[in-house]
């Protein structure tokens, strides 16, 4: 299944606000940083977004088939902006720049 993953860092007014399941939401009752589908937070924003104040979102990937790698125990140097799929092989040492 293709995914847009986005996250979400949203202040508001969100007291009364029940979040759907498939999001997950950490933060206070007036901020929050919300990981989702692009497609379910537009629903929710749309029935929203008198409540939210501040808004800033992050996307890194639109229609994507194929997640990202898991890098925590990669031993090479990986430059910010580098988008590494979750089949590629990494040796050791190795350098990954941003558009290689």
């Not at 606000?17 to 497609?39: L, M």
């Not at 925590?72 to 988008?83: D, L, M």
């Amino acid at each position: 299944k293709k995914s847009t993953p986005l996250k979400v860092y949203v202040n508001g007014h969100f007291e009364n606000v029940t979040f759907p399941e498939s999001f997950k939401v950490f933060g206070s009752e007036h901020s929050k940083v919300i990981f989702c589908e692009a497609d379910e937070w537009k629903q929710f924003y749309q029935q929203n977004h008198s409540l939210i104040t501040e808004l800033e979102i992050e996307m890194d990937r639109r229609n994507s088939a194929i997640p990202l790698k898991d890098l925590t125990n990669t031993n090479a140097r990986i430059e910010p902006g580098a988008f590494i799929r979750e089949q590629a092989i990494i040796e050791d040492g190795a350098v990954v720049m941003m558009g290689a």
